[in-house]
């Protein structure tokens, strides 16, 4: 039996002042990314010795510019064979409902987008093909939090099962 041994990771999807867009970052940038030309919430690996809110919080700052000093851990997702070399992944998703600074002109992940929330939920717009199952769950006010596992196969995903909790 092999051993779980995931690339853990944070996720954040920042709210505008209004809450009718959602910050997003287009991976046009990144040299090697396997998101490139992807649209995706900000975030990244945590560091050894770091807990998950300290990781998304040095992660937001880091791709943004800006700190978040609100914000909620609406779930996680486990990716199965999802990274480059098929390695698992397992993503703490967090909302982020208030944040302060300066939104920097351009992130070294790539272009930062406040994309409209009815845009980003029902649209084309290139992403993470098996995002589209969980980053409703992100912004749905009927969920309490939600607890995923989206197996990936050659970059596509290949199920999807979920647990909800009720808000």
């Known amino acids: 039996m092999s051993v779980y041994r995931p690339v853990l990771a944070t996720l954040a999807y920042a709210f505008d002042a209004d809450r009718q867009r959602v910050l997003t970052i287009y991976k046009d940038a ?36 800006l700190t978040a000093t609100v914000y909620s851990l609406r779930g996680t997702v486990s990716w199965p064979g999802f990274g480059s070399d098929q390695e698992s ?23 930062l987008e406040w994309i409209a929330l009815d845009r980003l939920l029902g649209s084309n717009l290139p992403m993470w093909p098996g995002d589209r199952h969980f980053l409703p769950l992100v912004f749905d006010p009927t969920v309490s939090s939600f607890h995923g596992v989206l197996p990936y196969d050659n970059g596509q995903p290949v199920g999807w099962e979920v647990d909800l909790t009720p808000a």
């Open 30 to 65: 990144a040299s090697g990314a396997t998101a490139r030309s992807k649209y995706n919430g900000v975030g990244g690996k945590l560091e050894p010795g770091e807990n998950v809110v300290a990781g998304m919080r040095r992660e937001f700052t880091e791709e943004t510019g």
């Open 89 to 111: 992944w397992f993503g703490f998703v967090f909302r982020v409902d208030a944040w302060t600074g300066q939104l920097l002109e351009q992130s070294a992940e790539g272009r």
